[in-house]
Each structure stands twice: as structure tokens, then as C-alpha cells.
């Protein structure tokens, strides 16, 4: 509907427009490659999303929050598992204690981990992960960088990452 409105007052036909609206979207996916701000990976993604779904064109706000869904998603049994060696655990013991609602902290101290440990573990697993990922293309370094220094700034984000990935799954 908004799209057939504003088609209608620049006197051009919907297709005209999303054709117009799709050339700017990939100027600026370009544009956002050649800063370095997003890989090819990601804009090649982006793009095909795009050319899906018309309707929603002009409504992606949510990328960079996607890209972090999409790293979790891909990424999350790597540092799952990291984490999991790190508490000399295995990744279903780990996974079975997260769904009873333990945290990181609580699992750590029945493992005779401390705190400085846990802390040390995490970030070496998201470290390795994030290297991965911008290994494959999935990530800037910027990113990965930004990431990093995000959980550093929130040591529990991934502690709640994971057990709210796990919590309810059977």
C-alpha cells in the first residue's frame, strides 16, 4: 500500500520505484563493503533478502542485529563447545545444566573455576570464534572488533546468550 501510494505521487509505476529503491539499496550495500563496514558475504545476503522480499525494502533497520543473530546462530556450537572444555565439561553436560537454569558463574564454581577463570575461558572462546568468522567472510574485523569490545564492556552477555539459547529446549 505505502509503496502503490508513493508510486502515485512521483507519477511512476510500483515496479519503476521498487526497481529505483533496490539499484539505491545495493549503491549503499556497496558503498558499506568498500568501508569495510560489512563483509561481501553479508552484502550478497543482504541483497538476496531484498530482492525476496519487495515489500519490506525500504524497512532495514534490523541488519546489524541480524548479522548478530546470524553469527550466533552459525557460530554459537563453537563457542559452546570452547566453553564447555574450558569447564572440563562436555558440551551436553553444559548444555543440560544451562536448560536447568544454572548460569556460567554457578557451573564454573561447581567445576572449581573461578571467576578470573570463567571471565578468561569466555573470552578466549569468543575470541577464537569471532576469528572464525571473519576468517570465513562472515564477519568484518571491525566487527569482530566491536563485538569483543562489547562483551568486555558486558561480561554476562555471554553467559545469557547462551542460557537463553538453551533454557526450554528439550
Known amino acids: 500500500m505505502y509503496l502503490k ?13 521498487q526497481q529505483a529503491q533496490l539499484a539505491a539499496h545495493e549503491d549503499v550495500l556497496a558503498q558499506l563493503v568498500r568501508d569495510g563496514k560489512l563483509t561481501q558475504n553479508q552484502a550478497n545476503a543482504i541483497k538476496q533478502r531484498l530482492a525476496s522480499h519487495q515489500e519490506c525494502a525500504g524497512y532495514a533497520k534490523g541488519a546489524q542485529l541480524g548479522l548478530i543473530r546470524f553469527f550466533l546462530q552459525k557460530y554459537r556450537p563453537d563457542l559452546t563447545n570452547q566453553v564447555a572444555q574450558g569447564l572440563h565439561l562436555s558440551v551436553d553436560q553444559l548444555q543440560a545444566q544451562l536448560k536447568a537454569g544454572k548460569s556460567l558463574d554457578e557451573i564454573a564454581a561447581a567445576q572449581h573455576v573461578s571467576s578470573s577463570q570463567l571471565h578468561t575461558i569466555v573470552m578466549n572462546a569468543l575470541q577464537s570464534t569471532l576469528n572464525k568468522a571473519v576468517a570465513a567472510g562472515d564477519l568484518t574485523q571491525q566487527q569482530a572488533n566491536q563485538f569483543m569490545q562489547y562483551v568486555q564492556n558486558h561480561p554476562k552477555m555471554v553467559d545469557q546468550l547462551l542460557s537463553h539459547h538453551f533454557k526450554g529446549t528439550q
Do not use: E, M
Not at 501510494?5 to 520505484?17: E, F, G, K
Open 5 to 17: 501510494d508513493l508510486a502515485n505521487r512521483l507519477h511512476v509505476s510500483v515496479a519503476t520505484l
